[in-house]
T-cell receptor, first 115, second 116 residues
Framework: AQKVTQAQTEISVVEKEDVTLDCVYE???????LFWYKQPPSGELVFLIR??????QNEISGRYSWNFQKSTSSFNFTITASQVVDSAVYVC????????????FGKGTKLTVNP | DAGVIQSPRHEVTEMGQEVTLRCKPI?????LFWYRQTMMRGLELLIY????????DSGMPEDRFSAKMPNASFSTLKIQPSEPRDSAVYFC??????????????FGPGTRLTVL
């Protein structure tokens, strides 16, 4: 069975702080894809990144960076110098190229960035 | 280009009533997904279609739920009869063709359903 765990239910930081959102996954598939989505208060899910299991390079996009470590089955997301507009629920997801080809989501981490 | 369109955005109904949620995927996308989001369970896949054909409906909670995709530009999710535990946000998503069940899924704004 595939599973995504986001242990942090809610995080609150002050603007300009760095914050890391944890994502731990379980899968038996050797090929799989990991995703992060942002869900702002308006409700829609906005795609942030997709990573396949053969690419362990970290990725940086502006203030956002992702650390993929297969050894610990983690795909963590860091926001540097957080801003109020980063306040949202962030959801990590996994899909395996194997028996069950369904996108499995974590329960999300609600990030609040205070001014 | 328009994104995924869902209607209605909000629906309040009474227990026992029929509810129909609607979705228009992005033009050219041939995968369509229906998800449900609750505080307790997070996002769950209910059913997905490829080229208008239901591929996996194992996430549909029970016979009260049904989904159809009569053509490439329209899908419905129906709950009959509705129950208070069906209260949730229902999302529709679509993704482009090829092998790309693994591709980025584009989500609609969701329908917030409240069953009293």
């Amino acid at each position: 069975a595939q599973k995504v765990t986001q242990a942090q239910t809610e995080i609150s930081v002050v603007e300009k702080e760095d914050v890391t959102l944890d994502c731990v996954y379980e899968t038996r598939d050797t090929t799989y894809y990991l995703f992060w989505y942002k869900q702002p208060p308006s409700g829609e899910l906005v795609f942030l990144i997709r990573r396949n299991s053969f690419d362990e390079q970290n990725e940086i996009s502006g203030r956002y960076s992702w650390n993929f470590q297969k050894s610990t089955s983690s795909f963590n997301f860091t926001i540097t110098a957080s801003q109020v507009v980063d306040s949202a629920v962030y959801v990590c997801a996994l899909i395996g190229q194997g028996g069950s080809e369904k996108l499995v989501f974590g329960k999300g981490t609600k990030l609040t960035v205070n001014p | 280009d328009a994104g995924v369109i869902q209607s209605p955005r909000h629906e309040v109904t009474e227990m026992g009533q029929e509810v129909t949620l609607r979705c228009k995927p992005i033009s050219g996308h041939d995968y369509l997904f229906w998800y449900r989001q609750t505080m307790m369970r997070g996002l769950e896949l209910l059913i997905y279609f490829n080229n208008n054909v239901p591929i996996d409906d194992s996430g549909m909670p029970e016979d009260r739920f049904s989904a159809k995709m009569p053509n490439a530009s329209f899908s419905t999710l129906k709950i009959q009869p509705s129950e208070p535990r069906d209260s949730a946000v229902y999302f529709c998503a679509s993704s482009p063709p090829s092998t790309l069940i693994y591709n980025e899924q584009f989500f609609g704004p969701g329908t917030r359903l409240t069953v009293l």
